[in-house]
């Protein structure tokens, strides 16, 4: 198994051939582009970097992600998650380096991306339908009105409903988007995202602000789409255990870094610690992850009270289970330095508290 990768690994472009490029002065070498991956990958970096002024977000990023693959972006908030997303959907320029979909040069409009966005709030006098928002998907990025025969315009509402029925909306299509719920709303977005066949979909917290049921809905929807038809999945999230089960690769980055692999490689206290250049720990229970910043209790995946006392003997990870007045159950995580109690039951994805 891969191990995996912290900060930057070398480029893996091809170097340059021939008497010219063996020639060529070192100045002359420095300029030359990285090339483009032989075997074609769902996206593809070569030394990526993104800076603002002095503020580096991320540098030397190399990527390969393959058909199929369900990779997780992680960090904390201003770590560059949804810049990425910006940059592979060709709206935010790179810094260094370059970036390939599916072998192709990154480029606005394209495609080969389908884009499923954080669930936003609707204006209630919004009366656009859900067909409506899946037509976006087909032809939205033509000028003008939809001009066509009689023909094609049945072709497109046969596709669009098409669509629909794959998310399993095709009750919804007549209704306007702003009576629909976050979890129906989702299921139109993705549809929408789907609309071009693309070879991966960019999804940025597209389970904030959904319960339970739906997020586990909409996660399910993205698997079943990667694994039937072989679609790249890049999912920006602040809780991974939400598609922990689906994950193949994390991508977490943290203070102008990155770290890559397995989610059982990246997620651990080591790494973290590591990454961040501060105390990490990394908890599992009952199948759920848990990210515990050991200087800053309130930061991560949950809710962290510290009672460590000047008194206090140093202690392990031990658990203690509750119940609280709904039944549910529920485990006090202690760890080094902070306090923090989380829902474990399987059926909840998130941690949670009493």
């Given at each position: 198994?891969?191990?995996?990768?912290?900060?930057?690994?070398?480029?893996?472009?091809?170097?340059?051939?021939?008497?010219?490029?063996?020639?060529?002065?070192?100045?002359?070498?420095?300029?030359?582009?990285?090339?483009?991956?032989?075997?074609?990958?769902?996206?593809?970096?070569?030394?990526?970097?993104?800076?603002?002024?002095?503020?580096?977000?991320?540098?030397?990023?190399?990527?390969?992600?393959?058909?199929?693959?369900?990779?997780?972006?992680?960090?904390?908030?201003?770590?560059?998650?949804?810049?990425?997303?910006?940059?592979?959907?060709?709206?935010?320029?790179?810094?260094?380096?370059?970036?390939?979909?599916?072998?192709?040069?990154?480029?606005?409009?394209?495609?080969?991306?389908?884009?499923?966005?954080?669930?936003?709030?609707?204006?209630?006098?919004?009366?656009?339908?859900?067909?409506?928002?899946?037509?976006?998907?087909?032809?939205?990025?033509?000028?003008?009105?939809p001009i066509g025969t009689?023909?094609?315009?049945?072709?497109?509402?046969?596709?669009?409903?098409?669509?629909?029925?794959?998310?399993?909306?095709?009750?919804?299509?007549?209704?306007?988007?702003?009576?629909?719920?976050?979890?129906?709303?989702?299921?139109?977005?993705?549809?929408?995202?789907?609309?071009?066949?693309?070879?991966?979909?960019?999804?940025?917290?597209?389970?904030?602000?959904?319960?339970?049921?739906?997020?586990?809905?909409?996660?399910?929807?993205?698997?079943?789409?990667?694994?039937?038809?072989?679609?790249?999945?890049?999912?920006?999230?602040?809780?991974?255990?939400?598609?922990?089960?689906?994950?193949?690769?994390?991508?977490?980055?943290?203070?102008?870094?990155?770290?890559?692999?397995?989610?059982?490689?990246?997620?651990?206290?080591?790494?973290?610690?590591?990454?961040?250049?501060?105390?990490?720990?990394?908890?599992?229970?009952?199948?759920?992850?848990?990210?515990?910043?050991?200087?800053?209790?309130?930061?991560?995946?949950?809710?962290?009270?510290?009672?460590?006392?000047?008194?206090?003997?140093?202690?392990g990870p031990t658990r203690?289970?509750?119940?609280?007045?709904?039944?549910?159950?529920?485990?006090?995580?202690?760890?080094?330095?902070?306090?923090?109690v989380c829902c474990t039951?399987?059926?909840?994805?998130?941690?949670?508290?009493?």
């Amino acid at each position: 198994m891969r191990r995996p990768t912290t900060m930057d690994s070398g480029a893996h472009g091809d170097s340059p051939t021939g008497t010219a490029a063996r020639n060529a002065a070192p100045r002359d070498r420095a300029r030359t582009p990285p090339a483009a991956p032989v075997v074609a990958s769902a996206v593809s970096t070569r030394e990526a970097g993104l800076a603002f002024g002095d503020r580096v977000l991320w540098s030397g990023l190399n990527l390969d992600i393959q058909p199929g693959q369900f990779v997780a972006i992680l960090g904390s908030n201003g770590s560059g998650k949804t810049s990425l997303i910006r940059v592979l959907l060709g709206e935010q320029p790179l810094t260094t380096g370059e970036a390939w979909i599916a072998g192709e040069p990154v480029r606005r409009g394209s495609t080969l991306v389908g884009y499923v966005p954080q669930k936003v709030s609707i204006d209630s006098a919004t009366m656009v339908k859900a067909r409506d928002v899946v037509r976006m998907g087909l032809d939205g990025h033509r000028w003008g009105m939809p001009i066509g025969t009689a023909r094609k315009r049945h072709a497109v509402r046969a596709t669009v409903d098409e669509l629909l029925a794959s998310v399993g909306a095709a009750q919804l299509a007549d209704a306007p988007v702003s009576m629909l719920s976050g979890g129906e709303l989702q299921r139109v977005r993705v549809a929408a995202a789907l609309a071009s066949n693309p070879s991966i979909l960019l999804c940025d917290e597209p389970l904030a602000a959904l319960d339970l049921r739906h997020q586990q809905e909409v996660a399910a929807l993205l698997d079943r789409r990667r694994r039937e038809h072989d679609t790249a999945v890049l999912f920006v999230t602040h809780d991974i255990n939400a598609v922990l089960d689906y994950v193949d690769q994390v991508l977490y980055l943290a203070a102008g870094r990155f770290r890559l692999g397995p989610p059982e490689e990246v997620l651990t206290s080591e790494g973290l610690t590591e990454l961040y250049g501060a105390p990490v720990d990394v908890i599992r229970t009952q199948g759920r992850v848990i990210v515990v910043a050991s200087t800053d209790p309130t930061a991560g995946f949950h809710l962290s009270h510290d009672d460590h006392g000047a008194t206090d003997p140093p202690l392990g990870p031990t658990r203690r289970s509750r119940r609280c007045a709904s039944g549910t159950s529920f485990s006090a995580l202690r760890t080094t330095r902070s306090f923090s109690v989380c829902c474990t039951t399987r059926s909840w994805p998130a941690p949670c508290w009493a």
